[in-house]
Structures are given as structure tokens and as C-alpha cells.
């Protein structure tokens, strides 16, 4: 498990941070399910205000709503810490959640029972809603042969816990890196397997289209998928319903025209899963994940420099 290229300091460090994990994810499964979440929700509403992050989180809502007062924005920051800090305490005990059929509502059910009964493969796409987290496993509960895509952590030893903490629930994660990662998904496509991917996050050297009217660099991996494949784009998103309540909701597929620009093809994909993720931040504003530098860097840094 140990990355021999990290140094002993390093390594040493990681094993701190893990050790650290522990503590957090024996804690969080001692408590009761909604007083996890509870907890969660007061502890980052606190914390969260005070963190570099605060300053990230504040520049994409000014992004998003420009014409927002400065009172509406902090009462949509205020509960946007609720939000993450729910999720933060719900993920060691998703497989509890889980678990409980009266907490996971799944709206379009019958669609994904489609794809797993056709063995058609799908191009799954969503952003960081609510416990996104939940999707994935509502995808594999129905039957559907997919793979679930993650960005893995730097630290391997919080990483095999996470690992590890997902296998609970029924989700095994696969971490693309470079072009064997990319030819190990157009293999499993060409099986008739489904991929899920998050594209609501930068992607350095993406497509460059407009997100919310500003240019947001955005991985063209999914629009080049479908198009590849003749695959439909199938939206998916989590909301909470109260506490540690959700409803999965799988919306209308995407249907990409191939024009024969492929090029032009791939950019009208980005821009039609751009539009998808506007809407459903728009819907449920508080739920979306505001603490990543979505937009170009020299906003976050103009940014800054207004604030001193």
C-alpha cells in the first residue's frame, strides 16, 4: 500500500491522516444515523466560515447569482455549510443509509431497470449534489453493469479506506489515470458496460464552455463516449429530502447529434451537460458543492484581491 516514491516523512504523515480517518469514521458510525447528520450540519457551519474555502465558495455563488444581495448570499452559504457538513458525516455511514429502504427514494426507476434489462450501455453524468454519493450505489442496486469513475486521494492509505468504506454499499471505484485508464473504459463500453462520471468540476485543458455565462474548462469525456458509442448521456442527481433522507432522480436522457464535426460534436455535448448541471443548481442551490474552484483561477485571484 505504501507509495515507495514517498519519502519516510511522507509516508509517516499519511499514516497520521489515516489514523486520524479512523477516529472520524468511528465516531460518526457510534451515532445515530440523523444525529450524525445533525451533527455534521452544526459542526461545518461553524468551521466552515472560517476556512480558505469560504472565500472559493463565496466567488462561485457571486458567479452563479450576481445579483444577489450580500444577505442572500450569506444565508445560502449558511446553509450550504449544513449541506456539506451532513454529507461530510454521512459518508462513513452511507452503507447504513443505505441499507434502509425508507431513506432512499429513487424517482425514474423504471429507467434504470431499462438499461440493466437491455444491456445497452450508458453514459452516466452528474455534479456534486447533495450525498452524490448515493447514486452510484442506486445504479448498481438496479442491476446496471457500470463503472463507477473517482478521482483518487494523494494520500493511498485514506484512499484504500475509501475504498474500502464504498465496497459496503456495493461500489467498487475505478480511478482512470492517463491512457490506459481511458483504453480500460472504451473496453468495458465496447463490453456493454455503462460509465459514470462527475463532470461539474475544472478539468485543466478541457472544452471551454460557458458555464452560468462565465468559461468554465470542462472534461469532454463523457460527450466524446456517447458520440463514440452511439450512447445516450443519462443525467442523474441526488437531493435531500430532511436529514439523511434522499430522493435519486434519474432525468430525461441526452440524446448528442453527430453532425460529422466531431469537434464541433464533443462541444455541444459539454455545452448541453453545462446546461444540465445550471438547472439543477438553480433547483437546489444549497445542495451543490460551492467549495471547488470550478472557473478560471484569475477569478478566485481577483477575487482575493477585492477582499483585503
Same mark, same amino acid.
Given at each position: 500500500?505504501?507509495?515507495?516514491?514517498?519519502?519516510?516523512?511522507?509516508?509517516?504523515?499519511?499514516?497520521?491522516?489515516?489514523?486520524?480517518?479512523?477516529?472520524?469514521?468511528?465516531?460518526?458510525?457510534?451515532?445515530?444515523?440523523?444525529?450524525?447528520?445533525?451533527? *455534521?450540519?452544526?459542526?461545518?457551519?461553524?468551521?466552515?466560515?472560517?476556512?480558505?474555502?469560504?472565500?472559493?465558495?463565496?466567488?462561485?455563488?457571486?458567479?452563479?447569482?450576481?445579483?444577489?444581495?450580500?444577505?442572500?448570499?450569506? /444565508?445560502?452559504?449558511?446553509?450550504?455549510?449544513?449541506?456539506?457538513?451532513?454529507?461530510?458525516?454521512?459518508?462513513?455511514?452511507?452503507?447504513?443509509?443505505? /441499507?434502509?429502504?425508507? $431513506?432512499?427514494?429513487?424517482?425514474?426507476?423504471?429507467?434504470?431497470?431499462?438499461?440493466?434489462?437491455?444491456?445497452?450501455?450508458? !453514459?452516466?453524468?452528474?455534479?456534486?449534489?447533495?450525498?452524490?454519493?448515493?447514486?452510484?450505489?442506486?445504479?448498481?442496486?438496479?442491476?446496471?453493469?457500470?463503472?463507477?469513475?473517482?478521482?483518487?486521494?494523494?494520500?493511498?492509505?485514506?484512499?484504500?479506506?475509501?475504498? /474500502?468504506?464504498?465496497?459496503?454499499?456495493?461500489?467498487?471505484?475505478?480511478?482512470?489515470? *492517463?491512457?490506459?485508464?481511458?483504453?480500460?473504459?472504451?473496453?468495458?463500453?465496447?463490453?456493454?458496460?455503462?460509465?459514470?462520471?462527475?463532470?461539474?468540476?475544472?478539468?485543466?485543458?478541457? !472544452?471551454?464552455?460557458?458555464?452560468?455565462?462565465?468559461?468554465?474548462?470542462?472534461?469532454?469525456?463523457?460527450?466524446?463516449?456517447?458520440? $463514440?458509442?452511439?450512447?445516450?448521456?443519462?443525467?442523474?442527481?441526488?437531493?435531500?429530502?430532511?436529514?439523511?433522507?434522499? $430522493?435519486?432522480?434519474?432525468?430525461?436522457?441526452?440524446?448528442?447529434? $453527430?453532425?460529422?464535426?466531431?469537434?464541433?460534436?464533443?462541444?455541444? *455535448?459539454?455545452?448541453?451537460?453545462?446546461?444540465?448541471?445550471?438547472?439543477?443548481?438553480?433547483?437546489?442551490?444549497?445542495?451543490?458543492?460551492?467549495?471547488?474552484?470550478?472557473?478560471?483561477?484569475?477569478?478566485?485571484?481577483?477575487?482575493?484581491?477585492?477582499?483585503?
Amino acid at each position: 500500500m505504501a507509495d515507495k516514491r514517498a519519502s519516510w516523512g511522507q509516508d509517516l504523515l499519511w499514516r497520521i491522516e489515516a489514523a486520524g480517518y479512523d477516529l472520524f469514521t468511528a465516531f460518526a458510525r457510534a451515532l445515530p444515523i440523523d444525529t450524525a447528520s445533525d451533527f *455534521g450540519a452544526w459542526l461545518v457551519r461553524r468551521l466552515g466560515p472560517v476556512t480558505s474555502a469560504a472565500r472559493v465558495a463565496e466567488t462561485n455563488m457571486r458567479i452563479v447569482f450576481p445579483e444577489a444581495s450580500d444577505a442572500e448570499i450569506a /444565508a445560502l452559504m449558511d446553509e450550504a455549510w449544513g449541506h456539506l457538513g451532513r454529507w461530510l458525516m454521512e459518508f462513513p455511514i452511507l452503507d447504513k443509509i443505505i /441499507a434502509d429502504p425508507a $431513506r432512499v427514494e429513487v424517482v425514474g426507476a423504471e429507467r434504470l431497470a431499462e438499461i440493466a434489462r437491455e444491456r445497452r450501455p450508458v !453514459v452516466f453524468i452528474s455534479g456534486h449534489f447533495s450525498s452524490f454519493e448515493i447514486m452510484p450505489a442506486a445504479i448498481l442496486h438496479a442491476g446496471v453493469a457500470c463503472q463507477i469513475t473517482y478521482r483518487a486521494t494523494n494520500n493511498p492509505y485514506v484512499d484504500a479506506r475509501i475504498k /474500502a468504506a464504498r465496497r459496503r454499499y456495493g461500489v467498487i471505484l475505478f480511478a482512470p489515470k *492517463g491512457g490506459d485508464g481511458a483504453r480500460e473504459l472504451l473496453e468495458a463500453f465496447g463490453r456493454g458496460e455503462s460509465v459514470a462520471l462527475m463532470n461539474d468540476q475544472k478539468f485543466n485543458g478541457g !472544452v471551454a464552455a460557458p458555464l452560468f455565462g462565465v468559461t468554465a474548462h470542462t472534461a469532454p469525456g463523457p460527450s466524446r463516449l456517447a458520440l $463514440r458509442y452511439d450512447a445516450p448521456l443519462q443525467p442523474m442527481s441526488v437531493e435531500r429530502k430532511d436529514k439523511a433522507h434522499f $430522493r435519486v432522480v434519474v432525468h430525461p436522457e441526452i440524446r448528442l447529434e $453527430r453532425t460529422g464535426d466531431r469537434t464541433a460534436d464533443i462541444e455541444a *455535448g459539454v455545452r448541453r451537460i453545462n446546461a444540465f448541471i445550471e438547472d439543477r443548481i438553480r433547483a437546489r442551490p444549497a445542495e451543490w458543492w460551492w467549495v471547488h474552484k470550478r472557473w478560471p483561477n484569475e477569478l478566485y485571484k481577483k477575487r482575493n484581491h477585492k477582499s483585503r
